[in-house]
């Protein structure tokens, strides 16, 4: 068992949002918990009494009301709140407890002066973003793509389309052509949203010819909205409208702000997996779904309300974001960053190397919840930082992880330099459910490297080999009741295949998640990665499929293997790939920097490999499929002939080079 870091208040019932929810349940439902553990059991047991009891006390808005809570507890299939009809936006939009002049986005960048806007303000915004939506055609069920950085536009247009009944889906501008079409050619937007670059520090990077390449690939994009965020002078390209046109063209500013009441499972935005196995996957999330989990996830578990300033760092690519922009749904403020979080870049000054730049942030805008990754927490530790010491983090009480297991030794760093009296919240989750189903909660103590514990309405259990349910041993992480954010489905999946083949396949009616998990007897959890092949480098995942479409494009190679090796102490670890050659060709410094500069244009900077290396073949299964796993194995010590069967690979000589490969690392 892990210290303990930090214990709740004696007055923690009094205090918290958690412990108001437990007296509304006495009061009007004449539920007693005695303690988080009773809580959790009724809320995975009876589900219709719990998530109607999240409905009722976050006084959900319906135009029409629902006939039942969930139509059965079977997965997948499970209907939730049918007959209800409501709107998302408009339940970020009511922002309860904040008057119309309070800040509640408050924006800070690296490529523009600082923005905030008050309640009043962000409504104004949106309102007028839907009107020029309108104006372009855009109505129920129509797909609007941002490719847009974590700015305030970003949000406006996700509130405007969602209050349509509109679709979105957006892209960090740092991916690449390849990575953005493989996406959006699935869901066939109608208005594209586009800045023409960004900075990052100091850096300059122009991305006009990427959204070229972007609008070229979408037939379907009817509209195309340039958002001049790097050079607001510079002139908009042939058929396309600029971001102030949208926002408050002719005819469209008097329009009032009005919400289409939707069913409950209406499509709100489309998530996207990493690619590991093919096209990312297109993952459709309801407005009902996500209104009630992220309600839930924020006030019950993060405890954020009217007073607090909430900032998670993200991008707009990574479903972090999506939760962080609930946000005001329980009256919080954003806090909102687009740049470098390791570079500090002064107007008119050279950018300097400086992992202070987020802390500085968090004591400048008075954030009371930091979000940010364990490899972050882990990067500051290693440098040395205290920000405790040198910023004013008084107003800080609450700090999130997520994105990679964080060691205990992250845990002692945070509370030994950055705050002793803060709440440190490791959590885990997912894109597939947009949220974290284990995390922290303000009733129960913070040990060293423990997620406290599975969330509200989330049966999360660890699985055997055997398919059992185990305590205090690895398995793998299972989820055995529906959650009301599980996907909708995907996009263009008719029949439901894809969807049960992602999550159902390996146990039917048990959501497979992908990742070792143990649960201890008190309920608390660890995580030890990836029990696929998913890369994981930084905290975000990257898809393998994708690495293989770039390298293999180019004609010098004939196939590929990437693979990544963790860092022990929770560091980005190392992305291994290796190359087979056409005949002849031998692998050099130019082919190498070749393949590094396409991988960072196609993809993104974090797609690029700290070593790549000629190997003669790939391991490949009967049926031809590539075996990433066996070659990690063999990466990290395991021996050949337990990495994979060689019956069932096609070239088991192919391992020995992989072999051959680790001695040599070994012994160097």
């Known amino acids: 068992m892990g210290d303990v870091l930090w214990t709740p208040p004696a007055d923690v019932r009094e205090k918290s949002r958690i412990g108001d929810y437990l007296s509304w349940l006495r009061r009007t439902k004449g539920l007693d918990f005695a303690d988080y553990d009773e809580l959790w059991q009724w809320s995975v047991t009876d589900l219709a009494g719990f998530w109607r009891s999240i409905w009722d006390y976050f006084d959900v808005q319906a135009y029409d009301q629902p006939t039942a809570t969930l139509s059965e507890a079977t997965m997948p299939g499970t209907r939730w709140f049918p007959g209800a009809t409501l709107n998302y936006a408009e339940h970020v939009l009511r922002m309860p407890g904040l008057a119309d002049d309070a800040p509640v986005v408050i924006a800070h960048s690296q490529t523009r002066p600082s923005v905030t806007l008050t309640a009043a303000e962000l409504r104004d915004e949106v309102r007028r973003v839907r009107a020029g939506l309108r104006r372009l055609g855009v109505g129920r069920g129509d797909r609007v793509a941002a490719y847009a950085p974590n700015i305030p536009e970003t949000f406006v247009l996700l509130l405007a389309t969602a209050s349509l009944g509109a679709i979105f889906s957006s892209c960090a501008p740092e991916f690449g052509t390849r990575s953005v079409t493989d996406r959006w050619q699935q869901i066939e937007p109608k208005v594209l949203v586009a800045v ?17 390449a972007i609008r070229a690939a979408l037939p379907s994009v009817v509209h195309t909205v340039v958002l001049p965020y790097l050079d607001p002078d510079a002139a908009l390209p042939d058929g396309t409208s600029s971001w102030s046109d949208l926002a408050g063209g002719p005819g469209g500013t008097d329009e009032p702000l009005a919400f289409e009441p939707v069913p409950f499972d209406h499509p709100l935005y489309v998530l996207y997996s990493s690619g590991t196995t093919g096209l990312p996957k297109p993952i459709v999330h309801g407005h009902g779904g996500i209104l009630l989990e992220h309600l839930k996830m924020l006030a019950l578990h993060h405890d954020l309300g009217p007073a607090d300033r909430f900032f ?73 930082l205290r920000p405790g010491e040198t910023v004013d983090l008084s107003a800080l009480r609450g700090l999130g992880s997520t994105g990679a297991p964080l060691p205990a ?31 922290g909660v303000p009733l129960l103590p913070v040990h060293a490297g423990e997620i406290t514990c599975r969330a509200l309405g989330a049966r999360v259990e660890a699985r055997s080999a055997e398919g059992k349910a185990v305590v205090g041993e690895l398995g793998e992480l299972v989820i055995t009741a529906p959650m009301p954010s599980m996907p909708v489905g995907f996009w263009n999946d008719p029949d439901g295949r894809r969807y049960r083949e992602a999550y159902f396949d390996v146990y039917p009616g048990v959501w497979r998640h992908g990742d070792w998990i143990t649960v201890s007897e008190r309920g608390s959890c660890v995580i030890t990665g990836r029990s696929d092949a998913t890369l994981n480098r930084g905290g975000v995942r990257l898809g393998t499929a994708e690495f293989y479409s770039v390298v293999e494009g180019l004609d010098e190679v004939t196939d590929s293997v990437v693979v990544h090796l963790e860092d022990n102490e929770g560091g980005a670890g190392e992305l291994l790939l290796f190359v087979v050659l056409a005949d002849g060709l031998e692998l050099d410094d130019t082919l190498r920097a070749r393949i590094a500069r396409e991988l960072r244009t196609a993809l993104s900077p974090r797609h690029v490999p700290d070593e790549i290396h000629q190997v003669r073949a790939v ?25 994979a069967a060689a019956g069932a690979l096609a070239n088991p000589e192919s391992l020995v080079a992989f072999e051959r490969f680790a001695h040599e690392r070994d012994a160097h």
């Open 409 to 439: 030794e992250g845990f002692t760093w945070v509370y030994e330099e950055v705050n002793n009296d803060l709440q440190l919240q490791s959590l885990s989750g997912g894109t597939d459910v947009c949220t974290g189903f284990v995390g």
């Open 619 to 643: 391991p490949r299964t009967l049926s031809a499929k590539k075996l990433e796993v066996p070659v990690k194995k063999i990466l990290t010590g395991t021996p050949v002939e337990s990495a």
């Open 196 to 212: 023409d670059g960004y900075r990052y520090g100091d850096r300059a990077v122009d991305r006009r010819a990427e959204v070229a």
């Open 312 to 384: 998670w760092f993200t991008t707009t690519g990574w479903m972090m974001w999506n939760f962080l922009v609930s946000g005001p749904a329980v009256g919080a403020a954003i806090v909102l960053f687009d740049g470098n979080p390791a570079v500090r870049a002064e107007p008119g000054q050279p950018a300097e190397s400086d992992l202070g730049t987020l802390w500085r942030l968090a004591a400048d805008t008075g954030t009371t919840y930091f979000g940010t990754s364990a490899p972050f927490l882990l990067a500051c530790r290693k440098a040395g």
